[in-house]
T-cell receptor, first 115, second 112 residues
Framework: DTGVSQDPRHKITKRGQNVTFRCDPI?????LYWYRQTLGQGPEFLTY????????KSRLLSDRFSAERPKGSFSTLEIQRTEQGDSAMYLC?????????????FGSGTQLSVL | KQEVTQIPAALSVPEGENLVLNCSFT??????LQWFRQDPGKGLTSLLL?????REQTSGRLNASLDKSSGRSTLYIAASQPGDSATYLC???????????FGSGTRLLVRP
């Protein structure tokens, strides 16, 4: 399978714990995105990488959130001191820079439940 | 601030029917507009991408149109099938910002 893969698929944690999600993009894609989706809503942009550089962060990404993409390959999204409001589906997507509008390829997401 | 709206929120049709899903946006200065399909508990699959200079895109039984002046896009599905049942989302990209702004989606059920 050469699509975008995310791990884990599901994560249940207690409020106040730290969690980390991983995303492996399509290998030749140089752009990687994180989105968050709550039930009945469309995804909301969180952050974007071009290669290893994090170029944009949404105001939704509080100080408790941090994302990395070492060496421009896989990416991790860490949430510290989780809150119940962090419960959502966290989606990763990747694309290849073509100079125009690019199709995004999404992973199946990590469903986070904070108890 | 761009706002994307999709109406209706849910739609149920009998198999074989042609149908139109609507997407409206408030800022016409879009870079492109994309339509996605999402199955329950899954990620999104890109269906069609329309650049701002284009009026429509077609893929199989799907046709998407874009009218920037009126702030509207439609997704036309011909001869619907039960396998088309899913949530369909539209998203606009502004000024090659690489950030997509999504609508809340239309949940489609095609009854056999």
């Amino acid at each position: 399978d050469t699509g975008v893969s995310q791990d884990p698929r599901h994560k249940i944690t207690k409020r106040g714990q730290n969690v980390t999600f991983r995303c492996d993009p399509i290998s030749e894609h140089n752009r990687l995105y994180w989105y968050r989706q709550t039930l009945g809503q469309g995804p909301e942009f969180l952050t974007y990488f071009q290669n290893e550089a994090q170029l944009e962060k949404s105001r939704l990404l509080s100080d408790r959130f941090s994302a990395e993409r070492p060496k421009g390959s896989f990416s991790t999204l860490e949430i510290q001191r989780t809150e119940q409001g962090d419960s959502a589906m966290y989606l990763c997507a990747s694309s290849f820079q073509t100079g125009g509008g690019e199709k995004l390829f999404f992973g199946s997401g990590t469903q986070l439940s904070v108890l | 601030k761009q706002e994307v709206t999709q109406i209706p929120a849910a739609l149920s049709v009998p198999e074989g029917e042609n149908l139109v899903l609507n997407c409206s946006f408030t800022d016409s200065a879009i870079y492109n507009l994309q339509w996605f399909r999402q199955d329950p508990g899954k990620g999104l699959t890109s269906l069609l991408l329309i650049q701002s200079s284009q009026r429509e895109q077609t893929s199989g039984r799907l046709n998407a149109s874009l009218d920037k002046s009126s702030g509207r896009s439609t997704l036309y599905i011909a001869a619907s099938q039960p396998g088309d049942s899913a949530t369909y989302l539209c998203a606009s990209e502004m000024d090659s910002s690489y950030k997509l702004i999504f609508g809340s989606g239309t949940r489609l059920l095609v009854r056999p």
